[in-house]
């Protein structure tokens, strides 16, 4: 946990964000696999940990604004969890690390509840991701599930606040970067001809578990770099293949880190991919040196696309005036989705807040239908304090050009004859962490090799 | 999966167990644990997969008793999905191989089942463990969550069905101690002075997952070896100390093993330490051999109980006539849980379906509040096919003694004076899996040294 002070400010501080009524964080519970008592490692809620910082499952807590507490709810250990479970710190004294004094049993809290309905206040709530939270949301309020209505409110004021990381939150974000980048020089040294997909997985989890961290999100450890969310890992790297690792890490305090590297399963790409990961390392480079306070993220994108589309054109798989291809959204053949997100307690931060809220703006609000810019979760102007991942790549979709080419789409931009030979190319991406700062940005974490020749030389001193 | 066969077999089985209405099943989902799009590794629900095979998430099933007809209820992927995810076998390909030749989207279940409740027809289901499954039943059933009515003629008739096991469902068993068993002598090497509970605990996982396994749970790796579920790693191994490992896989199928082992960190046991351990290796090897049809299981258990209170009461730790401490419940001090349960898709197999009905029956019901009986699992008379663990166990437990002592508790069967020895001694337990046959029982799996000279020549062969 960080200091009772962080926890007590941050609360303060949305208190000031909000008018009246109470605030109610439901914790997560521990989530049953196959049975009840067979249950998926504890993950409390980022939210909950953001504002009181216990990981604790099966406990609830409210702010009451009007009257200025904070109340945890929750049960003490009995003598036969002590029993079971040995004996552990009472929730009362993790409750006052956190700064709140009051803690009362879980029952209460359909009372307490009960009251605030009676006096018609206002219950604010995020949005429930867990149907555990549902369940409970729906019977502390008595609404059905499917009619539950989050607060807009509370959702601005917390989005607010966590977009802007604080020194501390940055020094852990920069912990889980410090093993994420470890843990990618062991999947390239692993990474070779013969290597399974899994054994690189299990190999890095076995490094994140010895060095205090898990898994901030299931690795995508691929030969097919091109499938975006590739969570099942039984191919073999054979001669010619990239392996795609895109994988990161979440400290013991929940910080998360995300980084992608795409490298030869043997010690040298071929031509071909060194000239495309060429283009996907300019467009990073490009975009990256956009970065600052007031420029609008979705600009940043659009930028990297082009940059994209260029170095597509001098290879021969597009052509055309580049800036008509992004009009036309053509690039969307090889790039199809965002250039990044915002990171923090989670690895898509607040993503369970809804991306309207975490990446937009009521003004510019989301483009939810256009293929391509409907998977860009970030758009609006960047502020100091935003941490964030550059991710730009390109993916050689079979299915998709398919489509695309039975209906010779875009053709004035895209040269299918050309993209025969790039059918079983697969895709690269490259991803790394930033900090806006008042100047511009600054790479979170240590550098993580990415240059072809970095690349290339680590190959070979492990081959 | 099994063959086609196998699960068109299990359902016509159900089925003649059953008299008329609708069975409905429901698949388990990806749980997200931060985020809608951020989950947990998937795993289907067991009775799911025991009848369909299918490891899919999202899905549903019905079996109607009266038509004789099997229907899964399931979305095929979308052209967005296989953009994101990559082009994959269809649902109905997957179904075919369950002998499923009906498949129907996911909205159309409700009308389904509407149709049914319209016709006032019986439908029976399984008590929901996820919260997803409680919400869904509830919206289908139109019932409160807290007022689902779990069809207890199913329970019976599942229970009865997938207490038995079939050759091939062994074969898979075995397959899960094969590799168990080898993590238990990784862990054996590893576990030295100076070693980290979660270093082996990592190195567990890392071995499972490169051969094709998962933890079946999450294991218990402590040298608090009297805490009974000890999920928290961050222990040092020293001198003196012994390490309980308690870990099992399972097979990619979703079959489990479950294996125990107490070994000193240092390549031999305090003389202490190895008297102790024989208490609890006779108790294994006395009540293993008590394992045949039509023995009842809890019988097994008193004997167990026995011999553990007779090798205490050698050391001078109990005293008096040992069936009478056993009566009196007096080695509930020593020995606070069950000798073991029943194993196979689930690590407590069916646990889900009630202990009630999994490990006891009508005439002989659980008892459910006297303190150590409470909690074994499994107390009805055994029948050839069952597979279940035996697991006896010595823990000293020092807030228990505390209670125990202060009111001077059954002290004509205890010696708390010698006991003070004793308050840091911690715990042991052995546990294997065993199949009862006709003729009586038979060890699944390799044999995984537990003799203390085998345990001691292993660590000094590795030290
Ligand atoms: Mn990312
Ligand atoms: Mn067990």
Redesign the interface.
């Known amino acids: 946990m960080f200091s009772k002070e962080t926890y007590i400010q941050r609360r303060a501080a949305l208190r000031n964000r909000l008018s009246s009524g109470i605030v109610l964080f439901l914790g997560n519970?521990d989530?049953?696999?196959?049975?009840?008592?067979?249950?998926?490692?504890f993950?409390q809620?980022?939210t909950f940990l953001y504002y009181f910082g216990l990981s604790v499952p099966f406990i609830a807590a409210i702010i009451d604004l009007d009257e200025d507490k904070s109340i945890v709810f929750g049960d003490e250990l009995s003598?036969d969890d002590?029993?079971?479970?040995?004996?552990q710190e009472t929730l009362q004294a993790k409750c006052a690390k956190s700064g709140v004094a009051q803690t009362s049993p879980s029952g209460s809290l359909s009372t307490f509840i009960q009251k605030a309905i009676d006096s018609k206040r206002t219950i604010h709530f995020l949005p429930p991701?867990?149907?555990?939270s549902?369940?409970r949301l729906?019977?502390l309020l008595q609404v059905p599930?499917?009619n539950l209505k989050p607060s807009v409110s509370l959702i601005k004021a917390v989005v607010a606040q966590r977009s802007i990381k604080e020194p501390q939150e940055i020094t852990e974000i920069e912990k889980a970067l410090q093993v994420a980048t470890e843990m990618h020089l062991l999947a390239m040294r692993l990474g070779n001809i013969g290597t399974k997909e899994?054994?690189i997985?299990?190999?890095m989890?076995?490094y994140a578990?010895?060095h205090n961290c898990s898994f901030a999100?299931?690795p995508i450890v691929t030969r097919?770099g091109?499938?975006?969310?590739?969570h099942h890992y039984h191919n073999t790297f054979g001669k010619g293949d990239m392996v795609l690792n895109d994988s990161g890490v979440e400290t013991s305090l929940g910080y998360a880190s995300d980084l992608t590297r795409t490298f030869p399963a043997d010690t040298t790409f071929t031509p071909l991919q060194r000239d495309m990961y060429q283009i996907v390392l300019d467009s990073f480079e490009s975009s990256r040196n956009l970065l600052q306070p007031g420029v609008s993220f979705k600009s940043i994108h659009l930028h990297a696309t082009e940059i994209l589309v260029q170095g597509l054109k001098d290879i021969g798989l597009m052509r055309g005036n580049v800036a008509d291809a992004v009009a036309a959204h053509a690039h969307s053949l090889f790039f199809?989705c965002g250039l990044g997100h915002m990171m923090g307690?989670?690895?898509?931060d607040m993503?369970?807040l809804g991306e309207q809220y975490v990446g937009y703006t009521d003004e510019n609000p989301k483009d939810t239908t256009t293929f391509g810019i409907k998977s860009l979760r970030l758009g609006k102007e960047l502020e100091a304090g935003y941490v964030l991942t550059i991710e730009p790549g390109i993916y050689i979709?079979p299915?998709?050009i398919d489509?695309w080419q039975a209906e010779n789409k875009l053709a004035e931009f895209i040269n299918y004859d050309k993209l025969k030979e790039f059918r079983h190319f697969g895709g690269i991406r490259i991803e790394d962490n930033f900090l806006i700062t008042p100047e511009g940005y600054r790479l979170l974490g240590p550098e993580l090799i990415k240059s072809v020749e970095d690349i290339e030389n680590y190959k070979q001193a492990y081959a």
Chains 1, 2 share one sequence.
């Open positions: 519970i989530n049953p696999i196959n049975f009840k008592d067979n249950c998926y490692p993950r809620d980022s003598i002590i029993v079971w479970m040995g004996q991701y867990q149907s555990s549902k369940i729906s019977e599930v499917s899994y054994e997985v299990n190999a989890q076995h578990g010895d999100y299931p097919h091109e499938i975006l969310h590739n199809q307690l989670d690895v898509h993503e369970d979709i299915e998709l489509i």
